[in-house]
């Protein structure tokens, strides 16, 4: 299983992502997430830099593959504009990105003051939106007249020789077979077997399973705890809440109803390389083909030497 670095755009500036991700080049991981936000999830976190200026620069200072974990093309931009941010920041990395997309939160999405769509709604303007990426990617001029979006006379004209792979983030049910059908792979945050099955056997086939998990790296559990409980209490919220609230400080109140021992099931905290062991094994047992790491709090130094030092010798 490829070991990538997920780096959050919600926590840490601009500099600092780019300072992790020669870092994490320098450790040996393999690849890069970066997040897609226009808010944080609570202030803790504090930071929002805009994915493709953080995509352009990231191409100037490693060179591993770079997946947007997850991009939104449906509502805070249109997927005419995403088709060509796309393009560029394949260009940019000689063919080494994918677009991940999904359907998107109303954190991030209603800032407009449009009407934040049920589910099932969301599905179809994401099923559209790609739609008319792959157009675009096409080369020429493209008219589109859809239910949800209009193109007119629309070529990209800086393209990258082949068009960035789309992987579909999924979670309920209707949402992994809209990704097996229509996505070039597959994206979670779950060790969660049966949906890594539904995948494959819903059209998904051979394609590649990405998934993603947190750690807050001390030098105790204890510590690593309080840290992720610091910076991202939210993890802790259930349910479709992180798809419909719409902004940090409700994201602050409901995690109010979050206690800090919650967190151990979301984090790996503190600095045992077992405990990271255990996790990586719990994704490849589910499936996954890459599984990608963050890091919360400014320790993420100490993570890199682990991971260095101790945790991919042993993978590999």
């Known amino acids: 299983m490829k070991i990538g670095y997920f780096l959050s755009s919600e926590e840490f ?3 600092e992502l780019l300072e992790q991700a020669r870092g994490a080049e320098r450790a040996g991981f393999e690849a890069l997430w970066i997040s897609d ?6 202030d803790a976190q504090g930071q929002s830099p805009f994915v493709w200026s953080m995509i352009g620069a990231l191409s100037q200072v490693c060179s591993l593959p770079v997946t ?6 449906t509502v805070r931009i249109h997927p005419a504009v995403i088709a060509q941010a796309a393009a560029t920041s394949a260009v940019l990395h000689g063919g080494r990105f994918v677009l991940g997309v999904g359907t998107g939160e109303a954190l991030n999405e209603h800032i407009f003051g449009d009407a934040w769509p049920q589910a099932d709604v969301r599905l179809e303007m994401l099923e559209e939106a790609v739609e008319v990426l792959r157009a675009l990617w096409g080369g020429g001029f493209v008219n589109h007249h859809g239910k949800h979006y209009t193109v007119e006379q629309a070529r990209i004209y800086t393209l990258p020789d082949t068009p960035p792979p789309i992987y579909v983030s999924g979670f309920g ?4 077979d809209l990704a097996a059908r229509i996505g070039d792979g597959y994206v979670s945050t779950m060790p969660d077997a ?4 539904r995948f494959r056997e819903n059209g998904g086939g051979d394609k590649p399973c990405q ?8 030098d105790s559990e204890d510590e690593g705890m309080r840290i992720a409980y610091e910076r ?6 259930p349910g479709e809440l992180s798809q419909v609230l719409p902004s940090p400080r409700h994201f602050e109140q409901a995690a109010e109803l979050v206690k800090p021992e ?5 984090f790996v905290c503190g600095n045992s390389v077992d405990a990271h062991l255990e996790m990586i094994d719990q994704y490849a047992k589910a499936g996954f083909d890459e599984l990608y790491v963050a890091n919360t709090g400014p320790h993420y130094q100490g993570l890199f030497d682990l991971y260095q030092r101790e945790v991919l010798p042993r993978l590999r």
């Open 13 to 15: 500036t601009p500099a």
């Open 37 to 42: 936000h226009y808010h944080p999830w609570v």
């Open 68 to 73: 947007t974990a997850v991009t939104c093309p």
């Open 173 to 176: 049910p209707k949402s992994i």
């Open 194 to 197: 049966e949906m890594v099955r």
């Open 211 to 218: 998934a993603g998990f947190k750690a807050a790296y001390a």
């Open 232 to 237: 991202w209490p939210n993890a802790g919220v």
């Open 262 to 266: 919650m967190l151990k099931e979301a």
